[in-house]
């Protein structure tokens, strides 16, 4: 490190490319030289003092309690404040002294346990343990290790328990993981709801009876939430208590491994939503004073603490929390096969003040400066290199709010390094146009630049809503769209009343353009493709545990004297057209029109064109668009045909003649009729597909 100490700090290699790119990111190059500096010389410790990014990420190894090929039991811990630690369970009757660790350097604590004389493990699988801490002041604490891989909680008690996992044999995959996918389209899923039955649905339920709907329906990716271990099972999973176990409560790890390997065998990619962003406060069964300090893994005091969240947060300076987290990303990905992540909470990462009452305008200056926390930064931007070094074809996605610049290039840019980020702010779009403005004042150009808003070459995951919108106090579109009707007249032996009709058909159109002139991905929670009614609300003392609202009713769309098959049917084409034009793959989409008086927007891509007449009744007959290729057209996608619960008034058999008639910027032009409420996609026969 002295040679090092006498050179020039290291420089992003390809920052330039950037800075090209956007030349407004110009005045903040020193901020991109100082943290690429600040990742580099991360990177360069661990090369130099721990063997390598590669052997410090397998950390899982041999952290926590790991056998030997022997049967010899390996215990190591990280316990910077402890006076003494020791591991306990039923193997040695719960002495809580017995078994003492011996002292390393850096707060490192290490304990071998050998064999039987008959060679098997001391440490049974499937039996209880804790490590023991004593603290400075002389008192036991019952801890589970961070590095445990299986915790149970009993239905008496209220805290979970560690459990040794060791079976005589694990599950073995059978099936190589997807190919890395063009176009993602990702059914978000939460395990523990996917039943119409008011319980706590198993990994084996989602195997079975979810994957083969989620293939049907045309979606390639599913985001699994709520995987990581959460004490609390209201909180959606984003207070997380033990972080290298699957939950429990859906089933055993084995049942996990096997729920995505039959996923991989249908072509299915599978991403964890990863919480690293914080942790649960539990104590006893969390990461919180696990050393008896209130620091150990997070910071001290009140910068440890999330104000809204009430969580403890990471101190991603800290060596040992980098090869905790690392490593864990490392496991899901090579133990469980996961495919990759999806990042929760990364604008609370990536600024001190968290996002917390402050709004994000676009400057450039929110973006940097003292308020960026650049130790989280380049624990990301670590993250991201180790996952694209050791496994080039797992994806990685932010959930930023902020829109931080460069978050989704290369890490060699100077960037964040993930693969795409979602587009927050369209769903938020939609909830104020529904909720504030009447039908015939949505304001096209209004939709058109939410749509459109995004960095150049930087991918975004569009969504028309996602769980954040299901949840209790807030409502998904279909219910904004239909409320109370939906209880009573969804069924197709009632009169299509004009609320009904009016949500039917709008709940495609926002979907199928959100869809195609959104992002480079799209994503849908599940039950929302349908228009799943009521909210999402997990059993609480609120509610008196009740699991009626904690569940997803798929059988609603089985039944075909109900109008939720319509919606299912649409959302399952245009899934389906997609994978067949690729239009998520292609460049964006160019919009040639969004006119205000006749609510109409139209725009090409992928050698498709989208037209969308969004007024409440004007239809209308030999409307010109403006297109760029030339050529006989006929409908691909209709929103108003009878299988989507539309009113049938486009015939399918006619073929649209394009003219040498510039239109809209556009050299060519062709005439369509184009119904009130309805989409239509138009396909250019003259090009072979």
Same mark, same amino acid.
């Given at each position: 490190m002295a040679a090092a100490a006498n050179t020039q700090p290291p420089h992003p290699p390809k920052l330039a490319q950037l800075l090209k790119r956007d030349p407004?990111?110009?005045?903040?190059?020193?901020?991109?030289?100082?943290? %690429?500096?600040?990742?580099?010389?991360?990177?360069?410790?661990?090369e130099e003092n721990e063997g390598g990014l590669d052997k410090f990420s397998k950390s899982y190894k041999t952290f926590g309690v790991n056998q030997f090929s022997d049967g010899g039991i390996y215990c190591k811990e990280w316990a910077p404040g402890a006076d003494a630690v020791f591991l306990a369970g039923d193997f040695n009757d719960?002495?809580?002294?017995?078994?003492?660790?011996?002292?390393?350097? @850096?707060?490192?604590?290490?304990?071998?346990?050998? /064999?039987?004389q008959d060679g098997s493990s001391p440490v049974p699988h499937g039996s209880k343990l804790k490590v023991v801490i004593r603290t400075?002041?002389?008192? =036991? =604490? %019952? !801890?589970?290790?961070?590095?445990?891989? *299986?915790?149970?909680?009993?239905?008496?008690?209220?805290?979970?328990?560690?459990?040794?996992?060791?079976?005589?044999?694990?599950?073995?995959? $059978?099936?190589?993981? /997807?190919?890395? =996918?063009?176009?993602?389209?990702? %059914?978000?899923?939460?395990? #523990?709801?996917a039943s119409p039955e008011g319980k706590v649905a198993s990994y084996k339920n989602f195997t079975y009876n979810v994957l083969p709907r989620i293939k049907d329906l045309g979606y390639n990716c599913v985001q699994l939430m709520a995987i990581m271990e959460h004490a609390y099972y209201a909180s959606f999973g984003y207070q997380v208590t033990?972080?290298?176990?699957?939950?429990?409560?859906?089933?055993?790890?084995? &049942?996990?491994?096997e729920m995505i390997d039959i996923a991989h065998s249908m072509g299915i990619t599978v991403l964890l939503d990863v919480v690293h962003s914080h942790a649960s406060k539990n104590c006893e069964d969390g990461l919180n004073n696990f050393d008896g300090t209130d620091s150990c893994f997070f910071h001290s005091g009140p910068k440890g603490t999330h104000q809204l969240w009430d969580s403890r947060l990471f101190d991603y300076a800290n060596w040992e929390v980098l090869r905790f987290l690392l490593s864990n990303l490392r496991m899901w990905i090579e133990d469980y096969r996961f495919d990759g992540f999806r990042f929760d909470g990364v604008t609370s990462m990536l600024y001190h003040h968290h996002g917390i009452g402050t709004g994000f305008s #676009?400057?450039?200056?929110?973006?940097?400066?003292?308020?960026? &926390?650049?130790?989280?930064?380049?624990?990301?931007? =670590?993250?991201?290199?180790?996952?694209? @070094?050791?496994?080039? +074809?797992?994806?990685?996605?932010? +959930?930023?709010?902020?829109?931080?610049?460069?978050?989704?290039?290369p890490v060699e840019e100077g960037g964040g390094g993930f693969d795409y980020r979602l587009a927050m702010a369209i769903p938020d779009k939609w909830i104020q146009i529904i909720k504030e403005l009447k039908d015939e004042d949505w304001n096209m150009g209004n939709i058109v630049h939410t749509l459109t808003n995004r960095r150049y070459e930087e991918k975004y995951i569009a969504y028309a809503e996602s769980h954040d919108q299901a949840l209790v106090g807030d409502k998904t579109l279909a219910f904004r769209l239909m409320d109370a009707e939906m209880y009573t007249n969804m069924s197709v032996l009632s009169p299509l009343t004009g609320v009904i009709d009016r949500g039917i058909q709008l709940h495609k159109m926002i979907r199928l353009i959100t869809h195609a002139l959104g992002g480079e991905s799209y994503l849908n929670f599940m039950g929302n493709e349908f228009g799943h009614p009521e909210w999402l609300d997990f059993p609480r003392i609120g509610n008196n545990e009740s699991y009626h609202y904690a569940r997803r009713q798929f059988?609603?769309?089985?039944?075909?004297?109900?109008? *939720? !098959?319509?919606?299912?049917?649409?959302? !399952?084409?245009?899934?389906?057209?997609?994978?067949?034009?690729?239009?998520?793959?292609?460049?964006?989409?160019?919009?040639?029109? $969004?006119?205000?008086?006749?609510?109409?927007?139209?725009?090409?891509?992928? #050698?498709?064109?989208?037209?969308?007449? @969004?007024?409440?009744?004007?239809?209308?007959? &030999?409307?010109?668009?403006?297109?760029?290729?030339?050529?006989?057209? $006929?409908?691909?996608?209709?929103?108003d045909a009878a299988e989507y619960g539309g009113h049938q008034r486009l015939d399918h058999s006619t073929e649209y003649f394009s003219e040498e008639y510039p239109h809209n910027y556009r050299p060519n032009s062709l005439m369509v009729y184009i119904p009130s409420r309805v989409a239509i996609v138009l396909q250019n026969m003259d090009i072979p597909k």
């Open positions: 407004y990111l110009a005045p903040f190059e020193t901020d991109f030289q100082r943290r %690429y500096s600040v990742f580099y010389n991360h990177l360069k410790n661990i719960w002495n809580p002294l017995s078994h003492p660790y011996t002292k390393l350097e @850096f707060g490192k604590w290490e304990l071998f346990i050998p /064999p039987e400075q002041s002389g008192d =036991l =604490l %019952y !801890r589970i290790s961070p590095w445990a891989r *299986y915790v149970v909680r009993d239905e008496d008690k209220v805290n979970y328990d560690w459990v040794h996992w060791n079976p005589p044999q694990s599950y073995i995959h $059978k099936h190589p993981s /997807p190919k890395r =996918l063009k176009s993602l389209k990702i %059914y978000e899923s939460h395990v #523990g709801i033990s972080f290298f176990a699957a939950s429990s409560r859906y089933g055993t790890p084995d &049942d996990l491994k #676009g400057d450039y200056h929110e973006y940097f400066g003292l308020h960026v &926390d650049e130790d989280a930064l380049c624990y990301l931007m =670590l993250a991201n290199h180790m996952i694209k @070094f050791l496994h080039p +074809e797992c994806i990685t996605i932010a +959930e930023d709010v902020s829109g931080m610049p460069a978050l989704c290039r059988n609603l769309t089985e039944d075909h004297l109900l109008r *939720y !098959r319509f919606l299912n049917a649409f959302d !399952r084409d245009m899934n389906k057209f997609e994978e067949r034009f690729g239009w998520l793959a292609s460049p964006p989409g160019f919009v040639s029109e $969004k006119h205000e008086a006749n609510k109409v927007i139209t725009f090409e891509r992928a #050698g498709l064109i989208f037209i969308f007449n @969004f007024h409440p009744y004007q239809s209308y007959v &030999d409307y010109r668009v403006g297109i760029e290729t030339p050529g006989k057209y $006929k409908i691909l996608l209709d929103s």
